[in-house]
């Protein structure tokens, strides 16, 4: 059928078209099935960007543990970690973030105003490592899921994965349960659970509804694997962005980048809202940022102001009021800012 600009849709026309050019659709059915996808690598990039990617992460894999790639499996012999908070490490994770494959189907589950909660890589060695049965829903306090997720993930593959690899493994369309495993559900599906089978450079999606875990590695080497989690623009992201990116980060990366550094987002609000930009009439973004945008921002995203939370500002807000009121009340030149100073 013709896929129209439906209000009633929002964006999700304008993502749909798009990940149908992806050739993506069959990997929307999956996740609405299944509760998880694979991506081939051959949608994903190319074998080249794949081995960036590898090889950035075992730069920082051996600059944090203070070894060499020779000794790095040593160092996670019998052993695993989530090596967190990696997105400034190298500035090929910036762009990883925004491949198009990983970061449309994530925007299906979640909507196309998401932002970055974590930006990690993931090391396993030969041994008896592994990860337990869970779902990633962190509302600890709702018994029961909604139906939509709050949270999803990309794994980007950096080597094969198999179960004798140690490899991710789902319970599939466990998403549609709505709840935790129990500890004895968790146990049993331990040894059952179906394991990934996937070449380098693949992408495994999921939302936090669906249980999912890992088998121990039997063959030699490493697993490597990077993962980034986003989450609903309401939520506190797990890995600090907003206060970390720079504006030359802005700048060199297309707006969608700004958009999930969540430099844009309202919250938290004090006793006045923040001052506007002297330019911030002129900023024109529009409401869907297309997956395959590369230009670069240059300005048209601009770092959070610094904000007085306490400080109620009288004038500031007799100004909002009256414009609200229709009245065309210019603001003071005191609130403008000149140039990329903050106030």
């Avoid at 589950?109 to 090391?123: A, F, P, Q, R, Y």
């Avoid at 495993?181 to 669906?210: C, F, N, V």
């Avoid at 694997?225 to 939520?235: D, V, Y």
Wanted: hydrophobic fraction near 40%; glycine fraction near 6%; charged fraction near 25%.
């Amino acid at each position: 059928m013709n896929i129209d600009d439906w209000t009633s849709a929002r964006y999700l026309p304008w993502l749909y078209r798009e990940l149908k050019q992806l050739d993506l659709l069959e990997h929307i059915a999956e996740l609405e099935a299944f509760g998880y996808t694979v991506i081939p690598p051959e949608k994903v990039g190319t074998t080249d960007e794949h081995e960036a990617v590898c090889e950035a992460l075992i730069r920082v894999a051996c600059a944090r543990k203070q070894c060499t790639e020779a000794e790095l499996a040593d160092v996670f012999e019998d052993g695993q970690e989530l090596m967190r908070f990696m997105l400034w490490d190298d500035p090929i994770f910036e762009k990883t973030l925004l491949n198009p494959a990983g970061l449309g189907l994530v925007q299906y589950l979640l909507g196309t105003n998401c932002i970055l909660s974590l930006c990690d890589g993931w090391l396993k060695g030969k041994g008896n490592s592994r990860t337990g049965i869970h779902a990633d829903w962190a509302q600890f306090e709702m018994a029961t899921f909604p139906p939509e997720p709050f949270t999803a993930n990309f794994n980007y593959l950096l080597t094969d994965y198999s179960k004798d690899d140690g490899a991710l493994a789902f319970v599939p369309a466990s998403h549609r349960w709505r709840r935790w495993p129990s500890s004895e559900e968790s146990e049993y599906w331990l040894d059952r659970a179906q394991p990934i089978e996937a070449p380098k450079g693949s992408m495994i999606i999921w939302g936090d509804h669906t249980w999912h875990g890992s088998y121990p590695r039997k063959t030699e080497g490493l697993r490597l694997m990077m993962l980034a989690t986003f989450c609903r623009p309401h939520m506190q992201s797990q890995e600090p962005f907003r206060a970390t990116v720079t504006q030359e980060a802005l700048d060199r990366n297309p707006i969608r980048f700004g958009q999930l550094m969540d430099v844009a987002g309202a919250f938290p609000f004090g006793k006045s809202p923040p001052r506007p930009h002297e330019d911030a009439s002129k900023q024109k973004i529009a409401p869907y940022q297309s997956l395959f945008d590369q230009e670069p921002a240059n300005g048209a995203m601009r770092l959070k102001q610094e904000v007085n939370f306490d400080a109620y500002d009288l004038e500031f807000m007799n100004v909002i009021n009256a414009r609200a009121k229709g009245k065309t009340i210019p603001f003071p030149d005191v609130y403008r800012i000149k140039d990329k100073d903050k106030i």
